[in-house]
Structure formats: C-alpha cells, structure tokens
C-alpha cells in the first residue's frame, strides 16, 4: 500500500496520508511516485482492487532522441469521479508533477472533512 496516500476505491478518493514530517506544516507529495507508481503497486497486488479502473492515466517519456525524452504527464480519472482529499490537519501540501484532471473543468481536490486549514499547490514542470 501506499506510504503516502489511500486509495478508496468505493468512494472514488484518494487519501493524502503524509503528516509533515518536521512539523512545519509543510508536506511534498510527488506525482509520479507517491500517487501513481503507489496506485500501480495497489492495483496489481490487492485483490479487491481488481475490475476497478485505475485512477490515473499518463502520457510521455517518450524518446526525443539525442538522450532526450518527453515529459511525464498524469491525469487523474476525474470522468470517473476521482479526487484528492488531503489529510486531516492544518497544513499545506504542494503536489510536485505534472497532474491533470481528465476533463479540465474539474478540480483535483476536495475540501478536507474536518474544521482545518489546508493550502493545496501544485508544482509543475
């Protein structure tokens, strides 16, 4: 399972897990291996997960030749109502990578359950 994220594959969320870990308030959550290549993991090794169409898709690293290679572009399923909730606390949390809702009116995240503080950001390429 994922070190940094939950993926609730009933209500459509993904569960963002990480406490800052110095206290700052301040946590990094990279795209690429703390949501998807986590997801991956999840998808292929838990049982419950199967038939559940993955939350992510991805386009790039492709090669461009000359040791070059396109970037990595994520998309969060959010035609299939996926979204990111992030943990429950007052905090801020930037999102490093190129992440994308699937239908671009969409927003990637929810508001957090309890009476906190949360600032999402994002850092793309």
Do not use: C
């Amino acid at each position: 399972m994922g070190a940094k994220a939950t993926f609730d594959i009933v209500n459509n969320l993904i569960i963002l897990d990480q406490v800052a870990p110095d206290g700052d308030g301040k946590v990094e959550i990279n795209v690429q291996a703390d949501l998807y290549s986590d997801a991956k993991e999840d998808w292929l090794s838990i049982a419950a997960y199967a038939g559940v169409e993955f939350p992510f898709t991805t386009i790039g690293g492709q090669d461009l030749g000359g040791a070059r290679e396109a970037g990595d572009y994520y998309f969060l399923r959010t035609d299939l109502g996926w979204i990111i909730r992030p943990y429950e606390a007052t905090h801020e949390v930037t999102l490093v990578g190129n992440l994308y809702p699937t239908v671009a009116t969409d927003s990637l995240t929810t508001p957090v359950l309890g009476a906190y503080t949360v600032g999402v950001f994002f850092e793309r390429s």
